[in-house]
């Protein structure tokens, strides 16, 4: 793998512990289908009306997720080893920028200005599994997708990653790891694993 210039973390589960948003409870409150991802569930429904009463409930579930949030092991140490570095940093969520901004409240040495890019389902393009996120992260980080290793505790994360051209690594938290159809190029543990892998 070449060396790479550029980090774009996923947040939820990856920058934060994944016990913060309760899935299942998300899905009941919006109806969603077991196995449909949320936010295409959302903008699939017929009416403007039923897409707004939605996503009104998904912000707030997301914004009462974020003030419980904590962040993960190692998540302020790594950043801030790889900023040491110079490596540019980047988030790139499926979730809201006021969700991230708020949870992001939660770290004690970590704050959205240690990050070169932000990129929230706000953001043009569509959301991961899509590799626009990835794409927008790095013409405004003035890379290409090559130089830049996404990080991720999901599949999205992964297909994401892959589909721009870039490294993937897939941090399982301490769980048995998934198999995917597009396999990540690392798999970590924990963010600590990233250190051997960027040279930090």
Request: glycine share 8%.
């Amino acid at each position: 793998m070449p060396g790479f210039r550029a980090v774009l973390f996923d947040f939820d589960g990856t920058l934060t512990k994944p016990e913060a948003l309760d899935f299942a409870r998300l899905r009941s409150l919006l109806r969603c289908p077991e196995g449909q991802p949320i936010l295409e569930f959302i903008e699939a429904l017929p009416t403007a009306e039923e897409r707004r009463e939605k996503h009104r409930i998904l912000d707030d579930f997301e914004m009462e997720a974020a003030r419980l949030s904590v962040p993960n092991e190692g998540a302020e140490e790594v950043v801030g080893l790889l900023k040491a570095e110079g490596i540019r940093l980047g988030i790139v969520s499926r979730n809201s920028r006021a969700s991230v901004l708020e949870a992001m409240k939660r770290f004690r040495a970590l704050g959205p200005d240690d990050f070169n890019v932000i990129v929230s389902r706000e953001s043009p393009g569509r959301p991961k599994p899509h590799p626009d996120p990835v794409h927008y992260a790095a013409g405004l980080l003035g890379l290409e997708p090559r130089e830049i290793l996404v990080v991720g505790d999901f599949v999205f994360d992964i297909m994401a990653a892959k589909a721009a051209g870039s490294g993937a690594a897939y941090l399982t938290n301490g769980r048995p790891p998934r198999e995917m159809e597009t396999p990540p190029d690392f798999t970590i543990t924990s963010l600590l694993d990233l250190r051997p892998i960027l040279g930090v």
